[in-house]
């Protein structure tokens, strides 16, 4: 479990639940809005470029690490979790992990998922919450043990719409990062001082888990499809989360992590299943329990002849009359409670935040309603479910109450047949003889008969409660010996009154029961009708009694749990937007299918908040950001974590999320009054919490100043074939990257071997063919390359201004070679008096030979050297350099 799979598979970590999510810092958008979109939304601004930070990730959660994507950043390992790549980069190894190869392509230099907060040019952040201190110092201890570093703070931005010089750092931070987890994981993977710490990410599912099992009440939920359900769609949005940001570091959880986790569930659903079923049974066991005495009494009457047991079996028989009217009283309020419940239709959780969404114009007084509602909006939901509830609740406890007095008025009925039956039998004779007189026995001995004849009086008595007219000849048979109903008998009945449909209709269900149980009824014999039904009216008041103690109160008749369901509904999906950050109001259990799958997505169905309201704010300004996820177009970039991708690449990063605008464009509108509304009222309190400028209105943000990318490449003998075309394809894959994110860059490619000469000077990075870029094949001279260099700087700059409104052009030098030539030392002292025009230069180092020169020149401009041991990994790189 201890193991951590890199990007093809190799190895993972969790992290200390005492940390936060500030190893990766933030999500920015790029986007763009018409006039017509500006005047609808009430901005009166143009935002060609907006950069956002989403700074959401330092609260409130548990793991700094969110879903990620296997990339081929890691390089000839063999992977157990994805076979189809384990060979891609075709290089054999006996090692899970070579740390040298591993980061043989970024050394000293920052991954661009961190040069927002690392660089000197980044605004100085206030740390919300003590975690993400935590973890930031231990990666600032790592980095300084690594490299002999010292502390320094940033510089913080003026907060203007200037354009930003990223300058690279020195060092890999994710690479150092990426080497103290897995020696974490090695020798120590228990230990709560991990970044990743297992022991505690499976104590958060666990008590998840068992919060959404036991939820806040001490009735369990039952082990059902529903829950399973859930708790499946909660693993896999905590495993999504940690996977993402593993990513950074290129890394993320294995298959057996993964499996583990499912079975660590199984096993825990397992033991709530077992103490589920073993309530039942001792249920059943109470139950038993209870009806002891009826079985006793029954036994013995049945087994010795001459036991009186009328006074019991009288007690008896009225108090299952009694337990009759209850089972009648909860079967209807079943009934009552599903009736009324199905016309609740608004009682889920998309409706109840319509509700609340309703009241955040009524609430503008209410500061720490708004507040609670943006940041905690599950508690105000389930809140305004109780208020709603406690009317449903009221009607249903009323109607409780009536059927509860339409069944004591049955229960007074029986007794009072009963007794009226009893005022009939003064005039019969002796009491003790009446049995016998009113039946005639078809044979047998007279001992046997008494018995036989008492057991005809339980039928004959059961016959009238249940309706039906006792016709002359009535005749019953008992142990093969035939008893018919003599007119004395017959005149008894005559004279009483039929009982009420309803009555009948209970008798006939006790009668139903006891017959189901082996023929038998709850009466074996009566052997003095008067004693019985004496005993019976003896009875009545404290049966009475009994009977008005049974409640009518909603929850004595939850049985289903249909309150907690309804309240689980409420609270719904534990997921939020991975941007916005608003809960999820799909109801998942409407599908059966785990919540996320592609046919039971999350949704904000009801529309998404402002922006700002997760922590997401502007770069270059800091203001808080009041835009919403439905004025995303796909094809506008955002970058997350450092890297720029278009808004349908960062959905793409969720599959499980149905970004797809539920709401017409008129109700998204109104929802943006309110929260604009809320946004008045409480957003000063966000910004403070998540350390940004509070604007009612966000101001105009500058346009990214489009770069100059002057690329050298290698057409040296030595680079041809494989490396060539795979050098082709990372230049295709950079300009492709760059063109995607909507910039308006220039770029110039010079093809050198022993001499140099355009392929493409000054151009629309647009306009580029890739394969019009011719090899050589030649020596390798750097002189003559990085004159044309220095010739570019020079022709184009006073030019800058025809295709780049902001003035002076920044140039951008990304110089490959495998590194056979000499130091051009005339051309490096000229290139470096240049430094003030270059934004940035990049060294890509292909092989194992001289190094030494081409970091030489790398260590002249102040560059970032990238040495790569495969050109398989060019891909890679100008990806990186793309989107740094």
Not at 121 to 140: A, Q, T, W, Y
Request: glycine share 4%; with cysteine.
């Amino acid at each position: 479990m201890g193991r951590l799979y890199d990007l093809t598979g190799e190895q993972v970590v969790t992290k200390d639940q005492h940390t936060a999510s500030t190893l990766h810092h933030g999500t920015y958008d790029t986007q763009s809005m018409d006039s017509d979109e500006q005047n609808r939304h009430s901005h009166n601004r143009h935002s060609s470029m907006d950069y956002e930070k989403q700074s959401r990730h330092s609260h409130n959660r548990y793991s700094p690490m969110y879903p990620d994507k296997h990339s081929r950043h890691s390089h000839n390992r063999q992977s157990p979790m994805y076979p189809d790549e384990q060979n891609s980069h075709s290089h054999k190894r006996k090692r899970s992990m070579d740390y040298d190869k591993h980061s043989r392509y970024s050394h000293n230099r920052q991954s661009p998922a961190y040069e927002d907060e690392q660089n000197t040019h980044s605004h100085k952040r206030k740390r919300s919450g003590h975690s993400g201190i935590e973890m930031l110092k231990k990666g600032v201890v790592v980095l300084k043990r690594a490299f002999g570093l010292g502390q320094s703070a940033p510089t913080p931005t003026e907060q203007t719409a200037a354009v930003i010089n990223v300058e690279p750092l020195k060092y890999d931070y994710i690479h150092q990062v990426n080497l103290t987890m897995y020696n974490e994981m090695e020798h120590s993977p228990n230990e709560k001082s991990n970044i990743l710490c297992l022991p505690i990410f499976f104590n958060k599912i666990l008590q998840e888990t068992r919060a959404i099992v036991e939820g806040n009440s001490t009735i369990r939920r039952p082990v059902e499809v529903d829950l399973t359900q859930k708790i499946v769609g909660l693993i896999n949005t905590i495993i999504n989360e940690i996977n993402l940001e593993l990513l950074v570091f290129k890394l993320s959880l294995s298959k057996q992590t993964k499996s583990y986790i499912h079975t660590f569930i199984i096993i825990l659903l397992t033991m709530f299943y077992y103490d589920e079923q073993k309530h039942h049974f001792n249920q059943q066991i109470l139950t038993l329990n209870k009806e002891k005495p009826s079985l006793l009494t029954y036994f013995i009457s049945m087994v010795v002849p001459d036991a009186q047991c009328d006074n019991e079996g009288a007690e008896i028989f009225a108090n299952r009359v009694k337990n009759a009217v209850q089972s009648s009283l909860v079967r209807d309020a079943q009934i009552i409670i599903t009736r009324i419940i199905e016309t609740q239709q608004h009682l889920n959780r998309k409706q109840i935040q319509i509700i609340c969404d309703g009241k955040l114009h009524a609430a503008a007084n209410d500061d720490d309603w708004l507040f609670r509602y943006i940041d905690a909006p599950t508690d105000i939901i389930t809140e305004e479910f109780q208020i709603l509830w406690k009317e449903v609740e009221k009607t249903i406890n009323q109607q409780l109450e009536q059927e509860k007095n339409q069944w004591k008025n049955i229960l007074i009925e029986f007794f009072n047949r009963i007794e009226f039956m009893m005022s009939s039998l003064a005039n019969e004779g002796s009491s003790v003889q009446y049995i016998d007189d009113i039946f005639l026995a078809s044979g047998g001995i007279a001992a046997d008969n008494l018995t036989n004849k008492g057991q005809c009086m339980v039928l004959l008595l059961y016959a009238y409660l249940s309706g039906n007219r006792i016709q002359p000849g009535t005749s019953y048979t008992v142990f093969n010996e035939n008893y018919t109903l003599k007119a004395k008998g017959l005149r008894l009945f005559e004279k009483l009154p039929i009982p009420s449909k309803q009555l009948a209709g209970l008798i006939n269900g006790m009668k139903d029961i006891d017959n189901s149980n082996s023929n038998r009824t709850t009466v074996a014999s009566i052997k003095n009708l008067h004693v019985f039904l004496q005993s019976i009216i003896d009875a009545k008041k404290t049966i009475e009694d009994t009977y008005d103690e049974t409640p009518t109160r909603f929850e004595a008749y939850d049985k289903d749990q249909i309150y907690n369901k309804l309240l689980d509904k409420v609270r719904g999906c534990t997921s939020k937007c991975p941007c916005c950050q608003r809960p999820c109001d799909v109801d998942h259990t409407l599908i059966k299918s785990n919540a996320g799958d592609e046919d039971n997505r999350h949704c904000c169905q009801t529309g998404h908040q402002l922006r700002a309201m997760a922590g997401i704010k502007f770069e270059v300004s800091n203001e808080a950001s009041l835009f919403q996820c439905e004025q995303m177009a796909d094809d506008r970039p955002i970058v997350v974590r450092g890297t720029k991708k278009k808004w349908s690449e960062f959905k793409n990063d969720y599959p499980d999320w149905d970004f797809g605008n539920s709401i017409t464009p008129d109700e998204l509108f109104k929802l943006r009054g309110k929260f604009l509304n809320v946004w008045s009222r409480i957003g000063e309190l966000l910004c403070e919490k998540y350390d940004m400028e509070f604007v009612t209105e966000n101001t105009a943000q500058a346009t990214a100043k489009p770069l100059h990318y002057i690329l050298l490449l290698d057409a040296s003998g030595s680079m041809d074939g494989e490396p060539w075309r795979n050098l082709l394809e990372g230049v295709r894959e950079f300009i492709k990257i760059r063109v995607d994110s909507g910039s308006s860059d220039r770029i110039t490619i010079i093809v050198f071997d022993s001499h140099a000469k355009y392929a493409y000077f000054n151009e629309d990075m647009k306009s580029i063919d890739i394969t019009k870029i011719e090899f050589t094949s030649g020596g390798t001279n750097f002189g003559n390359a990085f004159d044309l260099v220095i010739k570019t700087i020079r022709s184009t700059q006073p030019q800058s201004s025809a295709y780049n409104h902001f003035g002076d052009s920044d140039y951008v030098i990304i110089f490959m070679s495998d590194g056979q030539g000499e130091f051009p030392a005339s051309q490096m002292e000229t290139l470096s008096a240049m430094k003030t025009m270059i934004n940035q230069f990049w060294t890509v180092a292909l092989g194992n030979t001289s190094m030494s020169v081409l970091q030489q020149i790398n260590q002249k401009m102040d560059g970032t050297f990238k040495e790569l041991k495969d050109s398989t990994d060019f891909v890679c790189v100008y990806a990186e350099i793309a989107r740094n």
